[in-house]
């Protein structure tokens, strides 16, 4: 374990040179990246360009070949994805991951970390974790109204739309008391008023609760209009970087969105 740069005193996840190949294929090619604390982060570039392997890698679901990762001050190269959700980095997914036998009210309570119920012996002992549990399950009902899910929160996962889905990924997460979320193309698929809908809550969530995130996303049109600072990669490596409105100039990043 090392410590984190001193240029990444103030960040709470930095990444210093990570790279990921898959035999000749250089997904992520030396990835150097900050995300503030209280920051909402694109990170944007053409199909193929390595942001979902860089997610993965951060999200420890792969180990990367070379490079560091922090977070919260604390290397987590290389840590399985359990132990760096344990930590409240946690992410979700370009197509939503919800139990489809369970109804989305369900679903969201699956976001609770140590449910009691894990542990045979504390299971037997409903007198130490009920209120635990109620409490939980009030504060699960709460998410569910504030993110407009009420109407379908009894309904099996199964039968809602993909824009509920992905609300209703959103709201697990949040169950777990992250302090930074890592979303893959949460506008991805819905309709434009719900998928502004869906980043008006996201910056409720940093402005309200102090929650860090870091999205990628393909609908720049919306996606440019909430975020704090955006990476853009090709090829494996970031090849701009800085405010929207700067990046949107940066004649990399109009040759690479013009190619694509």
């Known amino acids: 374990?090392?410590?984190?740069?001193?240029?990444?005193?103030?960040?709470l996840l930095c990444v210093r040179g990570v790279k990921k190949y898959f035999g000749g294929v250089r997904a992520v090619d030396?990835?150097?990246?900050?995300?503030?604390?209280?920051?909402?982060?694109?990170?944007?570039?053409?199909?193929?360009?390595g942001k979902s392997t860089l997610f993965n890698v951060i999200a420890g679901v792969y180990k990367p070949d070379a490079g560091r990762i922090w977070f919260d001050g604390e290397d987590i190269t290389g840590?399985?994805?359990?132990?760096i959700y344990k930590r409240g980095l946690v992410r979700t997914f370009q197509t939503p991951r919800l139990w489809q036998s369970l109804t989305v009210y369900e679903n969201t309570l699956a976001g609770y970390r140590g449910h009691s119920g894990e542990n045979p012996l504390r299971a037997l002992l409903r007198l130490f974790w009920r209120k635990r549990e109620v409490d939980n399950a009030e504060a699960s009902i709460e998410r569910i109204l504030d993110s407009g899910l009420k109407p379908v929160a009894g309904?099996?996962?199964?039968?809602?739309?993909?824009?509920q889905m992905k609300l209703g990924e959103l709201t697990r997460a949040l169950n777990t008391k992250p302090k930074m979320v890592?979303?893959?193309?949460?506008?991805?698929?819905?309709?434009p008023t719900l998928a502004r809908q869906l980043f008006e809550r996201i910056v409720k969530l940093r402005d309200e609760e102090g929650i860090?995130?870091?999205?990628?996303e393909h609908r720049l049109e919306?996606?440019?209009d909430y975020v704090d600072y955006v990476y853009v990669m090709h090829q494996g490596k970031i090849i701009a970087r800085g405010k929207p409105e700067e990046v949107v100039e940066d004649p990399k990043v109009i040759q690479v969105y013009l190619e694509g």
């Open 1 to 11: 374990m090392t410590r984190p740069p001193e240029n990444c005193d103030d960040a």
């Open 30 to 49: 030396g990835v150097d990246l900050e995300v503030p604390r209280r920051w909402i982060v694109g990170l944007i570039g053409p199909n193929g360009s």
């Open 79 to 83: 840590l399985p994805p359990h132990e």
């Open 155 to 163: 309904n099996l996962s199964s039968d809602i739309s993909g824009g």
């Open 182 to 191: 890592m979303l893959d193309e949460p506008a991805a698929g819905i309709n």
């Open 212 to 216: 860090t995130f870091l999205i990628i």
């Open 222 to 224: 919306i996606l440019f």
